[in-house]
Structures are given as structure tokens and as C-alpha cells.
């Protein structure tokens, strides 16, 4: 679906603070109940309680207080990170570090960086050789582990971090062409070519075995927020129709089962595996998958949506379905990469279709948006700049859409139609909180203490466990018990810094409230302080 397949999203806003201090934004629930038990939203309430005493506070959706903004970074091929092979350390950090701060000039909180593309690595591994997409040559040391700066500096700005990886991927060519101690070299045995690339045979344990040690490695030895898993799991049916030669494994291990079933089955096999490998290492890294946008279609199978497009629980062996029923991915994350009223696959019909799959569940939903393709000539909607954002009124309507990525980075700083600058202005005017994910567990910090405001400055002093701290204004001074229910006196999320207090400039009068989130954005009390 995404042949170049560059992944990236951002809009713009000001950032009101200074230092290490960035406004960015999520979604909202103090504690993720289950999707049908979420109350509902009000239209442009005041900032105070609906009536004395209520207990629920009214709450817009053009202000939601959690929602994840996120954006996919890709390295394969060079599509958004690094701009090309061969670029010293301090070149590839120098686009890195632009890549987060256009992010988070847009308001988004989350990356999905990809860090193995084909079975290699963007970090130091034993297990995978290094990528050839840093220096040019698969195997070559670059002389730095990307890795920990990745995560950091995503930290430093108050951004999510997603390790995203390709789970069957073994070489985008010639396993000839592979470095020596490649596992494809290694065991030849798993491969199946397949074409022009080579593949990790799905149906062998080893393989899932492989795919399993390598996420459980990154996840023990790197402070990632969550592994990601694009849309590549049996390739994608190719145009020669040649077959995906897997017969042997399904001989020995098919035991009776229909070659589709069986295959699905191996890709459910790993899902599950993954999710429990990841969680078992740490508890609170989050695990997801961003599907083919259509499950399957209504003329295959009466649960599925009135599209007539490829799918792909036929064609690729994914059944989005079975993961969200058998909770075995925190999140999913579809790609509808197709417009409003676009016939085969429509957007209007695609994103309720979702919302109704993870109703009742404990699965986050987010949408994948193909910023990629604004301003091309692929249909007429793409080239008209208010298509991408009508996309995301329309999830306003439905409030088990819990936010947006975008792909590709590239076009956060391209910026087509001035489409993101739409977004950022209609819809991320104000931060947001990331989603709660309560079964990732988490403890919201004590509150700030001695918070003071001083001229400009407003500080306070660190709450153990935060990861950074919200920081709300009231501009008539009154704040109620609802001041902090949604977005709408948002200003910042402010990443934790070291020191004896955290400070954050502030540019108008009023009261402020600040609050301590941990890194799951558990969040605390308020604490008030009003300016002489």
C-alpha cells in the first residue's frame, strides 16, 4: 500500500516555553475505561462544573485533553531518516533533531521511527547486522548507536517513542548480498523468495523465535515507549502471481488446517507472542499494529465493510479482527490512505467500520492518514487542501478514534497545500495529553509543590516519577473543579528536566495549574498559582 512508504506527520504552533520545555499534545481519559462506558462529550462548554456540585464536567471535542498526534519516520531506502547513507553521526542527528522539532511545532507527541526495516538493525545489535541505510553498506559499523539519541531526544521534547519494525522482512534483494553473519545467511532455511525479495517463512517456529528475541532485546536494553509493527506480514500479492513457496512448512506443521487458516494463524501465533514477550520485559511499553486499512469487505464476509478493495485477512493474512478480540495489541492504528467518497474504499465508511471493531474493547484506535499523498493527482479529493482535515472532523463523531499519525515525516516539513498548518489551526490549537492505556499501568506523581510565579517564570518544584508536567491557564483567574477537563486551558506539556525546580515561561496573566504525568501521562492533581 505504501510503495515508498515515507511516514511523518506535524502542523504548527507556538511554543510558549524555553529550554527543554515543549507544548505537544494527546488524548483523554483520566483512566482508560472500556470503550462503551466512555461518557459522553458536550459542544463548547464553559470552564466551570455544569451545575453546583456535579460530579462530570462538560467537555468539548474541538479541546480533547488526550489524543495521540503521532508521525511514522522511515529509514528504509532512505524515505524521511537519514536523508541519504554515508552522512556522519552529527548529520544525521542535525535531520533527526529537525524532524522532532517540526513535530512538535505542529503539536504532535509521538514518533514511530523505524528501526529495522529488513532484519537489520539502527542499533547496536548481536542478534541483526547494522543497516545498510546508514552508511551504505549492510553490516558496516557507523560508529555511533543511533538508538539511545533517538529516544532521547524524542524524551527531551516530550515526545512518545515508538520502535517500529518489520517483522518478516529479510532483504529488499539477493540474500547473496548480505553480510555473513545476516540470520538469512545463517539459516537459509527460513527464507522463501518471493518477488525480488526475500522473506522470513511465517510458518516456522525458529522464525517466530527469531522475530520474538530481537523486539524482547530492544525492549530490555533501550527506554523505547512502545514496539510498532506496520502492515508487511505475507507480502503483499505481487503482479507476476507467482505463489509464496511455503508448502514444506505447511506439510509438517499445517496438521489439517486450510492453507489460509493456518497462515493467519502463524501471523496470530507471533502477535500473541510479541505482545506477551513485550509486556512480561516491561509492563508498561505498549504494543501495536497499523493494519491495511480494509479488514475485509462486506461481498467476502458479512462483518466486514462496504468497501471493494484488497483484503487483507485473504490477501496477507492479517486478521485485525482476531487481535483486537483476543487483546493481544494495546493499540491498532489502520491505514486509510483513501478520501472522503472515494468508491472501492472510502473513508467515511473505513473509520466508523474501525470505531465499531474496538467498541467495548480496552484497544486503542488510532487512524494512519496518508499525508503523503496531499497535493497528488492520485484522485481529485488529494488536491484539494481541506480533504486530510475533514478526515479528522469526521472522527470527532466518534469517540473511539483516540487520535491520528501521519506518513510521512518528509511531508511535515514540505508542509503540501499548507495542509498541516490547516490541522495544526482546526485542530491541534491546543496540546494534548497521550491516551491512558490502564492495563500498561502507570501511577499518576505526587503533585508540584511550592509552585511560585515570578514576573514571567512560573516554577515549581519536581514531583518524583514524572516525565513531564501539564500546564494549564485561566485567563479570567476563576478556576473550577472542571478548569483541567479538557484542552481548552491547556498551554503545555512540559518535558522534566534535572535541577532543583522545573520552570516554564509564561507569555499572559491568570491562574495556572500545573500537574505531574508520568511517562504513561498518569496524571496528578493541580496545583494553583496566580500571578500578583
Known amino acids: 500500500m505504501r510503495n515508498a512508504r515515507p511516514l511523518l506527520a506535524a502542523a504548527a504552533l507556538a511554543v510558549l516555553t524555553t529550554g527543554a520545555a515543549y507544548a505537544f499534545g494527546p488524548d483523554a481519559k483520566p483512566a482508560r475505561p472500556k470503550a462503551a462506558d466512555r461518557p459522553a462529550t458536550a459542544a463548547d462548554p464553559a470552564a466551570g462544573p455544569a451545575a453546583p456540585g456535579a460530579q462530570q464536567c462538560a467537555t468539548s471535542v474541538k479541546f480533547p485533553k488526550r489524543q495521540l498526534r503521532g508521525v511514522w519516520i522511515a529509514t528504509v531506502k532512505n524515505i524521511d531518516w537519514p536523508s541519504r547513507t554515508g552522512l556522519t553521526p552529527a548529520q544525521q542527528q542535525a535531520e533527526y533533531v529537525k524532524i522532532l522539532d517540526n513535530a512538535v511545532k505542529r503539536r504532535l507527541n509521538a514518533v514511530f521511527v523505524q528501526v529495522r526495516p529488513a532484519s537489520d538493525a539502527l542499533y547496536k545489535s548481536e542478534l541483526e547486522p547494522w543497516s545498510q541505510y546508514l552508511t551504505g553498506t549492510a553490516g558496516k559499523n557507523p560508529g ?46 527460513w527464507i522463501v523468495k518471493y518477488e525480488g525479495r526475500a522473506y522470513y517463512n511465517p510458518g516456522l517456529p525458529a522464525v517466530r523465535e527469531h522475530v520474538t528475541g530481537v523486539i524482547k532485546d530492544v525492549v530490555s536494553r533501550y527506554d523505547v515507549d512502545g514496539i510498532h509493527f506496520d502492515d508487511y506480514f505475507y507480502p503483499y500479492p505481487g503482479s507476476s502471481g507467482a505463489k509464496f513457496a511455503d508448502d514444506a512448512a505447511f506439510a509438517k506443521y499445517g496438521k489439517g488446517a486450510a492453507l489460509a487458516d493456518w497462515r493467519r494463524a502463524n501471523v496470530n501465533k507471533l502477535v500473541a507472542q510479541v505482545d506477551e514477550v513485550v509486556h512480561e520485559t516491561k509492563s508498561h511499553v505498549k504494543f501495536g499494529i497499523s493494519p491495511f486499512g480494509i479488514w475485509r469487505n462486506k461481498s467476502n464476509d458479512p462483518a466486514g465493510s462496504a ?55 480496552d484497544v486503542h484506535l488510532y487512524i494512519g492518514q496518508g499525508l503523503y499523498r496531499v497535493g497528488t493527482t492520485d484522485t481529485p479529493a488529494w488536491t484539494k487542501p481541506g480533504e486530510l482535515p475533514s478526515h479528522l472532523t469526521a472522527n470527532r463523531k466518534h469517540k473511539q478514534v483516540d487520535g491520528d499519525v501521519y506518513f510521512s515525516a518528509k511531508q511535515i516539513l514540505t508542509n503540501p497545500l499548507g495542509v498541516m498548518d490547516r490541522i495544526a489551526k482546526d485542530h491541534y490549537s491546543r496540546p494534548a495529553l497521550l491516551p491512558l492505556m490502564k492495563e500498561r499501568g502507570g501511577q499518576a506523581p505526587a503533585k508540584p509543590a511550592d509552585a511560585r510565579l515570578q514576573g514571567t517564570s512560573l516554577s515549581w518544584k519536581p514531583s518524583e516519577g514524572a516525565r513531564s508536567y501539564a500546564v494549564y491557564r485561566v485567563a479570567s483567574g476563576k478556576s473550577g473543579p472542571c478548569a483541567t477537563a479538557d484542552a481548552r486551558n491547556l498551554v503545555a506539556v512540559v518535558a522534566a528536566t534535572d535541577g532543583e525546580r522545573q520552570s516554564f515561561t509564561v507569555q499572559d496573566g491568570g491562574t495556572y495549574l500545573v500537574t505531574a504525568l508520568d511517562r504513561l501521562h498518569n496524571e496528578s492533581d493541580a496545583t494553583t498559582v496566580t500571578g500578583a
Do not use: C
Request: proline letters at 9%; aromatic letters at 16%.
Open 307 to 361: 468497501t471493494g478493495g484488497m483484503s487483507a485477512y485473504d490477501a496477507i493474512y492479517a486478521d485485525a479482527r482476531q487481535w483486537i478480540r483476543k487483546g493481544t495489541v494495546d493499540y491498532v492504528m489502520p491505514q486509510l490512505y483513501w478520501p472522503r467518497g472515494f468508491k472501492a474504499a472510502d473513508y467515511d465508511v473505513l473509520m466508523p467500520w474501525w470505531a465499531d471493531l474496538v467498541k467495548g474493547t
Open 144 to 189: 555511533w548507536d543511533p538508538l539511545p539519541f533517538l529516544i532521547a531526544e524524542a524524551h527531551r521534547r516530550g515526545l512518545e517513542f515508538h520502535a517500529w519494525f518489520n517483522p518478516y522482512r529479510a532483504s529488499e534483494g539477493d540474500v547473496g548480498g548480505l553480510p555473513a553473519n545476516h540470520p538469512a545467511r545463517r539459516h537459509p532455511e
